[in-house]
């Protein structure tokens, strides 16, 4: 194992301090618990929008906090889900009197402990919303969940929820609307390699080096089947093709398409793998009207990518359009 790090039980704290001494003009970190929060936070009369998982899939979540998408993110240990006490600090933090929407990947660690701290926050008077997540088609159940993971759109939610709070939209509205989100868009991923967590200093699996798992999760979690590596245009296919049927997408459909990294593929092959999602896209009628290329949800090195598809309308085209101003995520502002 070869890691830019000094020792494992340490990294996220260090990450987290590293963070704030680069940030300070979009962000404030706390540590204990440990919590990434807006610098401007609370806003008064705005909704509080919290995310958090495990960390290890940066830039998500807490390179996402800023004006016009999260007010807080909550960094648990590496592939971990984070505890109830951060996400209570985060809600608490967020709250400007207008309440406050957990979005939650659906991993069950992480439910159990956003529901813990929604009821804590209740009892403080905080009004709380939580919406979940489950755009994975790669499969029904995995290791860490019941039902599909939450994954790409989850990238997508937050940035279009994070305008309509900006927007002044109120609790039930906000909530409403990234559920939408969520139920308009379908994500599917695979890898080259495995990654390696620092702690475990192994590959969480392993694979032959002529050979890809389609349909990973973004643990390492196995996918739908394990094949011999092909060529970007048939890997596309293999990706794309579950996830046009499932929704379903339709020709004259204008979609949001979303190439992610896994965190070890260079640009140069994302860019060739968003230019065959578009030649299959035009071949069956649907229109990419917005995208996003590039590494976004990570797994630590693994090589791999993900695409994800957001059937998109006038309003949700409008709000993805809206300025944004975070470390990942940045335009018109």
Same mark, same amino acid.
């Given at each position: 194992?070869?890691?830019?790090?000094?020792?494992?039980?340490?990294?996220?704290?260090?990450?987290?301090?590293?963070?704030? $001494? +680069?940030?300070?003009?979009?962000?404030?970190?706390?540590?204990?618990? %440990? @919590?990434?929060?807006?610098? &401007?936070?609370? =806003? *008064?009369?705005?909704?509080?929008?919290?995310?958090?998982?495990?960390?290890?899939?940066?830039?998500?979540?807490?390179?996402?906090?800023?004006?016009?998408?999260?007010?807080a993110a909550c960094p648990g240990e590496v592939f971990t889900s984070p505890t109830p006490d951060q996400m209570l600090a985060a809600t608490q933090a967020v709250d400007g009197g207008a309440g406050v929407l957990h979005i939650v990947k659906n991993y069950?660690?992480?439910?159990?402990?956003?529901?813990? $701290? +929604?009821?804590?926050?209740?009892?403080?008077?905080?009004?709380?919303? %939580? @919406?979940?997540?489950?755009? &994975?088609?790669? =499969? *029904?159940?995995?290791?860490?969940?019941?039902?599909?993971?939450?994954?790409?759109?989850?990238?997508?939610?937050?940035?279009?929820?994070?305008?309509?709070?900006?927007?002044?939209?109120?609790?039930?509205?906000?909530?409403?609307?990234?559920?939408?989100?969520?139920?308009?868009?379908?994500?599917?991923?695979?890898a080259l390699t495995s990654c390696i967590v620092p702690a475990a200093g192994v590959p969480t699996f392993e694979l032959a080096d002529d050979e890809m798992e389609i349909g990973i999760g973004i643990h390492g979690e196995p996918g739908r089947e394990r094949?011999?590596?092909?060529?970007?245009?048939? =890997?596309?296919?293999?990706?794309?093709?579950?996830?046009?049927?499932?929704?379903?997408?339709?020709?004259?459909?204008?979609?949001?398409?979303?190439?992610?990294?896994?965190?070890?593929?260079?640009?140069?092959?994302?860019?060739?793998?968003?230019?065959?999602?578009?030649?299959?896209?035009?071949?069956?009628?649907?229109?990419?009207?917005?995208?996003?290329?590039?590494?976004?949800?990570?797994?630590?090195?693994?090589?791999?990518?993900?695409?994800?598809?957001?059937?998109?309308?006038?309003?949700?085209?409008?709000?993805?359009?809206?300025?944004?101003?975070?470390?990942?995520?940045?335009?018109?502002?």
């Open positions: 194992m070869k890691k830019l790090i000094n020792r494992p039980e340490d990294v996220v704290r260090e990450a987290l301090e590293g963070v704030a $001494a +680069a940030h300070p003009d979009l962000v404030r970190v706390t540590y204990d618990p %440990a @919590v990434i929060v807006r610098a &401007d936070a609370p =806003v *008064q009369g705005k909704v509080g929008i919290v995310s958090g998982g495990g960390s290890g899939h940066e830039p998500m979540h807490g390179a996402f906090v800023g004006m016009g998408m999260l007010d069950t660690g992480d439910i159990l402990n956003f529901e813990m $701290a +929604a009821e804590l926050a209740g009892a403080e008077g905080i009004p709380v919303e %939580a @919406v979940v997540t489950n755009d &994975d088609v790669a =499969v *029904q159940d995995s290791l860490y969940t019941a039902g599909r993971r939450g994954v790409g759109v989850t990238v997508l939610a937050e940035k279009i929820t994070g305008a309509a709070a900006e927007e002044g939209r109120d609790l039930a509205t906000v909530a409403e609307l990234c559920r939408r989100v969520n139920a308009n868009g379908r994500s599917m991923g695979m094949l011999k590596v092909e060529p970007a245009h048939d =890997v596309v296919r293999r990706l794309a093709e579950p996830i046009l049927e499932d929704l379903p997408f339709s020709s004259g459909d204008d979609v949001l398409a979303f190439v992610n990294g896994m965190g070890g593929t260079p640009d140069l092959e994302l860019y060739i793998v968003y230019n065959e999602l578009r030649k299959l896209l035009d071949a069956g009628g649907v229109r990419i009207a917005r995208n996003l290329v590039g590494s976004y949800i990570t797994s630590l090195e693994m090589a791999g990518c993900s695409i994800t598809l957001l059937k998109l309308d006038d309003e949700l085209t409008r709000l993805w359009d809206a300025p944004v101003k975070t470390a990942g995520l940045r335009w018109g502002a």
